[in-house]
């Protein structure tokens, strides 16, 4: 398996010049860099430089344009890469790794009818109702955990934001939901960490392995917290689910057991580092600048609109893949079948023909973003993130009108797929 940064001699590959090759090498190893992370908007100006459907190294194309992507996001024509492609691919031995195919059972690779079933099984468990019985529970935490941060301040004169709070608030707010010993939150987040490498887009072997045992430990995890819920039965998300799909399995209780492993698995380390990230996000963006902060706090009617900038300015989530159903032509560029199709949110949400200025953090903007994608794929917890950042901006604005960085947020750099903030020192 090569990683990014490992590309070397691309001569062979159809489809673009060479120079056109290296270009997106260069960037896609930029994107890997402190530099790249920290501020990713030159990347996806250059990409997009290169037409709104890029060829990759490798075959495949990224797709830079917002029309485009949200082309891809919302057609029919596109899928996921569920086993039955992964099965058509010549390159068996990425495929087959234990990680990569624990994520291929999840809702994300599902198409349908599969896809629809499980969706349809679910419901819409943020759903306004929902998010309005949940606000007073979530508020309650974002209270506790400001608390902490409070004292780490008073204590230490300096916080990382990013563990005290970032992190914290949604391990404890899925925790709630679904039931989990909060002393076993720090290994949920450990294993989620180590997890998401099988999730990338070029992961070396290395990358895999250090998956394939946080997939054991996640197995083992869900499988045990599964069995002990359907024999202490309580009132929470998943006991409802065991219940719902112990009827739909009646005489099939290891069928029955992999749906429900799939769903709590992937709902509870989905909603974890995005949220984190959204977090952190939009903490960093309003008090580096204390008139924003102060501006905001004095129209608070206007949070919201802070938040979904922070969505459109830094997406969690840096790309998203579809494979093509048919033969078809994506914004002049024909694709043949089961071609790959890169989806750049980030390059997407800064295009200047759908967000005009978009460098600029502008709260007032009103633009457009697809970081929760779109179609049948739209993230199911896109309104339970939304509720996590407005309760904590809400109070935070409120109890510390002073808050301020000591310096940038610091990022893993061996990823590309989902950005993860390491650290967000703050001061007041």
Not at 43 to 55: I, P, Q, T, Y
Not at 172 to 177: A, D, H, K, S
Not at 195 to 217: C, D, G, H, N, R
Not at 395 to 416: K, S
Request: hydrophobic share 40%; charged share 25%; net charge negative.
């Amino acid at each position: 398996m090569t990683a990014v940064g490992e590309i070397r001699d691309t001569s062979t590959i159809p489809g673009t010049s060479n120079t056109d090759r290296r270009t997106v090498i260069s960037l896609l190893r930029r994107l890997r860099s402190s530099e790249g992370q920290t501020n990713p908007l030159p990347v996806w100006e250059e990409l997009r430089s290169m037409g709104d459907v890029v060829r990759a190294p490798w075959g495949g194309y990224f797709v830079t344009g917002f029309e485009a992507c949200s082309q891809v996001l919302r057609g029919r024509n596109w899928l996921a890469p569920d086993f039955a492609w992964q099965e058509r691919q010549s390159d068996q031995e990425r495929w087959e790794d234990p990680a990569t195919r624990e994520m291929t059972r999840t809702l994300i690779r599902l198409n349908a009818p599969t896809h629809t079933r499980q969706r349809r099984a679910l419901g819409n468990p943020f759903d306004r109702s929902s998010i309005e019985r949940a606000r007073p529970r979530i508020a309650a935490l974002v209270s506790g955990l400001l608390d902490e941060l409070a004292d780490r301040l008073s204590s230490d004169g300096e916080a990382d934001f990013n563990t005290v709070v970032g992190e914290q608030l949604p391990v404890r707010t899925v925790g709630q939901w679904l039931g989990i010993d909060p002393a076993d939150h720090a290994h949920i987040l450990d294993f989620t960490h180590r997890q998401v490498y099988a999730q990338e887009l070029l992961p070396s072997k290395s990358e895999l392995a250090i998956s394939a045992q946080a997939t054991l430990e996640m197995r083992a995890y869900f499988t045990e917290l599964i069995r002990h819920r359907r024999a202490h039965p309580g009132d929470d998300a998943l006991t409802g689910w065991i219940h719902y799909w112990d009827a739909q399995y009646p005489d099939d209780r290891a069928a029955a057991d992999q749906v429900l492993y799939d769903l709590t698995m992937f709902i509870t380390i989905a909603s974890l580092e995005t949220s984190s990230v959204l977090l952190a996000n939009a903490v960093w963006f309003l008090t580096q600048d204390p008139s924003r902060a102060d501006w905001l706090r004095r129209n608070p009617d206007h949070i919201d609109d802070a938040i979904e900038e922070t969505l459109r300015y830094d997406p969690p989530v840096v790309l998203n893949s579809r494979i093509a159903a048919d033969d078809t032509v994506l914004a002049g560029v024909p694709i043949a079948k089961d071609t790959t199709v890169h989806v750049l949110y980030g390059s997407a949400a800064h295009d200047p023909r759908r967000n005009p200025d978009p460098g600029s953090f502008d709260i007032l903007r009103n633009g457009g973003h697809l970081t929760f994608g779109g179609g049948a794929h739209y993230c199911l917890g896109a309104g339970l993130g939304r509720l996590e950042a407005r309760e904590l901006l809400v109070q935070l604005l409120e109890r510390f009108p002073t808050l301020r960085p000591t310096a940038p947020p610091t990022y893993d750099t061996t990823r590309i797929v989902f950005r993860r903030i390491t650290s967000l020192k703050v001061t007041i």
